[in-house]
């Protein structure tokens, strides 16, 4: 069951970048849209979806010839660099409750968003050391890069 899942949301997160719904350089994005699809299994339980998506994420980045680096990769090289770092520092789980607490209205999403974006871009390497709290903002308010 847990592969035909794998091949399902593989293939959902796929067909996503190939219609350009999702910027395929762009990790968090990636990481959002896949939660998106995630939310369609009603049966699995939080963890399991965690579990999941860090298979599919693994699986779509390395292409249909499971090499990452190669031609067929529909995510570039640098995203999947992001992908891998997220995964083996066990990030992914963090960016997954940011965007899970996002969703339900605990922050401003279009701002959690544009930050994610800029995060990813200019500082993802030293991710605590890029954030400066806007003066004067509340708790689950706006945040700048600086």
Do not use: H, W
Request: proline share 1%; charged share 25%; aromatic share 2%.
């Amino acid at each position: 069951m847990e592969q035909i899942n794998i091949a399902k949301v593989s293939l959902m997160l796929q067909e996503a970048i190939v219609k350009k719904e999702v910027d395929a350089s762009l990790a968090m994005v990636l990481i959002a849209k896949g939660m998106e699809i995630m939310e369609t299994y009603k049966d699995l339980q939080g963890n399991q979806k965690k579990e999941l998506l860090v298979k599919v994420m693994e699986k779509v980045a390395s292409g249909s010839d499971g090499i990452v680096g190669t031609e067929d990769d529909l995510i570039p090289k640098e995203t999947v660099d992001t992908l891998k770092s997220l995964l083996t520092q066990n990030l992914l789980g963090q960016v997954m409750s940011i965007v899970k607490d996002a969703a339900r209205g605990k922050f401003n999403l279009q701002a959690t968003i544009s930050v994610a974006t800029e995060v990813q871009k200019k500082c993802l390497p030293g991710l605590l050391a890029c954030f400066k709290k806007v003066k004067g903002t509340k708790k689950g308010e706006a945040y700048k890069v600086a």
